[in-house]
């Protein structure tokens, strides 16, 4: 039972372009949302998290936006460029502070 | 300097062996967390462990054990190897209590059992 999907496999932008990534989640006691971008043969990398209290984080190109009542979270990336190339992974966290993953979403950044 | 390093990078095994993966950290971070990426590409987690507590996945096998000699280091063994251990596994750090600031990832070791 998935309860974090990102139900995009790959997706693929033009360089300058913003890129929407998304992600729904079924448990509606997660309490925070963080996306974590990978570079092949590297670990995750914290990009930017979201509280269930907020509806909107911003940090420089990266946007988190979260919908509640549709329990959907999207990041938003403006203007998408080469470096953003990577895989997207959403993530969902308890009080418990366990994480619950998504599959992630590979980014194509096209020049 | 790396902030949590995992060795080795690669492993090549033979089904039925022991082995380990070391994982060390120089963050001052008090929790530590092994995740298993799988052929699908999904994130587990495995172990949370900070001085107090062991959280255990229900769903690892008991060949798979964390040891910790310190806050700074969680070791994972892994007794009489399978096919299906051949994953990706990454190591992670984060402070006591975190949420908002995730967590810091290792570069991860390609296990692949033969």
């Known amino acids: 039972d998935q309860q974090v999907k990102q139900n995009s496999p790959s997706l693929s932008v033009q360089e300058g372009r913003i890129s929407i990534l998304n992600c729904d989640y079924t448990n509606s006691m997660f309490d925070y949302f963080l996306w974590y971008k990978k570079y092949p043969a590297e670990g995750p990398t914290f990009l930017i998290s979201?509280?269930?209290i907020k509806d909107k984080n911003e940090d420089g190109r990266f946007t988190v936006f979260l919908n509640k009542s549709a329990k959907h979270l999207s990041l938003h990336i403006v203007p998408s460029q080469p470096g953003d190339s990577a895989v997207y992974f959403c993530?969902?966290?308890?009080?418990?502070?366990?994480?619950?993953w998504g599959a992630g979403t590979k980014l194509i950044i096209k020049p | 300097d790396t902030a949590v390093s995992q060795t080795p990078k690669y492993l090549v095994t033979q089904m039925g062996n022991d082995k380990s993966i070391k994982c060390e950290q120089n963050l001052g971070h008090d929790t530590m967390y092994w995740y298993k990426q799988d052929s699908k590409k999904f994130l587990k987690i495995m172990f949370s462990y900070n001085n107090k507590e062991l959280i255990i996945n229900e769903t690892v096998p008991n060949r798979f054990s964390p040891k910790s000699p310190d806050k700074a280091h969680l070791n994972l063994h892994i007794n009489s190897l399978e096919l299906g251990d051949s994953a990706v596994y990454f190591c992670a750090s984060s402070p006591l209590g975190t949420t908002l600031r995730g967590y810091t990832f290792g570069s991860g070791t390609r296990l692949t059992v033969v």
């Open positions: 979201i509280s269930s």
């Open positions: 993530a969902a966290g308890t009080s418990n502070y366990q994480l619950i």
